[in-house]
């Protein structure tokens, strides 16, 4: 049988694969079976992780910092896996090889080739590109729930938003598609237009221009330009969404040939196609609004995610559904029972350990100061269930990386933030490198210092802790836990922070 690749149910055979993305195409040596194009093929999942190689896959090969995937190519063929895509011929696997210079550059024509199949096939298929410097993922989730009940949806999983996570969700595109939902993500100007290039959107949504990765861009204004790349690259006719609220992202509208849908909270904002009004929130902080849409009767939404800052992204996403096609009171339906989002995104839940008990807030994925604040915000305002007394509000925070000569001032910013919010404890976590270890302590110097710990009888305005490590901090939580039952936790910093790996132990 002719070897071929699906990616979703948009058939292509090895030797297509090959043609597309100027390759060439070595069968393994005791099998020249490669060579027809017309046999009928299995689905094929593209996959560049080899754990997850498994029958009937086609593994890109990347070599990233530390793992070169090309090593993992003996025995795979014993597994089922279909072919590789390599920059150099592996002696000893056994599978067939598309030899290609650069194995990411081909990832991206292979996903455009396959959007441009779809496009062909004739049927409705709209992509929607995302970005913002806070929100992507969250919208993201949100969007792809409610157009669910529309088509059949592809999106990432958590933020795959690059040169290689944004082709292998393009790659899930099949015949059977109605939306993809596609989050674009810039860490220097020029990332985003690349990825317009591999797929361009037909709606292109900007959320917010902030300072996440100011370090990298230098600039704020620097941060908006990457920003307009995806109103920019548009298919011809394409529609840009965008936040009225936010000045830098409003002044894209000119950018935007195909015409502009304008969503915000801001009343002095007289032009809007979607609005967001009369915010409450419980307390659990899920907050309700209500919803505004052109040419329809407004209706109340309660949002069964927490955050008040997650009104903006639900609007966001309610503009574009409604755009599309979704009655509001449908939408608002959507959005009241969508209560998980991707992992480590104001997740919510009660942790048992063998020496306290409290409810976590995981928003550990990653952190920059707009993100940061959301956060705390948060933490400040829970309320938790009516009739016990208010939660003891600690903030565990780690390091914001990329934020260039004012990083220093930025996280002092944010330790003086908790202690202007009213916490109960900050604990700090601290670092191997060195750098990235003097802004955990810039964070505690703006909080006024580490304190000596709780007086005799009473709490000190906010204790401050410096832990070394997540192992550490976990450590001082279940301390402070333990002495205030019903205790409110947030975890919130870096990668680099180890706080989502905390988060899972506790939850695990």
Known sequence: MTQCVQAGTMPMTLQEVARCLSGRLVPVAASRSADGVDDPCESLKVVSDSRLAEEGSLFIAIRGERVDGHDFLPGMGARGVRAALVDHLVSGADLPQILVKDTVEALGLLAKHNIELRRAAGADF?????????????TKDLLASLLAKLGEVVAPVGSFNNEIGLPLTALQVGEG??????????????????????????LALVLKVGV???????????????????????VPGGLAVLNADDPRVAAMAPLARGGVLRFGMNGKTAVLDARASDVERDRSDRPSFTLSLADAEPVRVHLGISGTHNVMNALAAATVAHHMGMDPRSIAEGLGRDDRISPHRMAVGTVRTARAGFTLIDDSFNANPDSMRAGLDALSTWQGAKGRAEPYRIAVLGVM???????????EQVGAYCRQLGLDALVAVGCPDESADALVRAMVRGAGGETAGETEGGTAPMLVRYAQDADQAGKVVESLAARHPGSLVLLKGSHMSGLSALAERWQG
């Open 212 to 234: 996440a990765h100011l370090g990298e861009f230098g600039s704020v204004e620097r941060i908006a330009q990457a920003k307009s790349e995806i109103v920019r690259g548009l």
């Open 401 to 411: 990386l990329e934020l260039g000569d004012r990083s220093a001032q930025l996280h």
């Open 177 to 202: 598609t109605r939306f993809l939902v596609a989050e674009m993500g810039a860490n220097h100007v020029g990332e985003i237009a690349h990825l317009t290039q591999i797929v361009p959107p037909d």
């Open 126 to 138: 709209t992509v929607i590109g995302i970005t913002g410097s806070v929100g992507k993922t969250t």
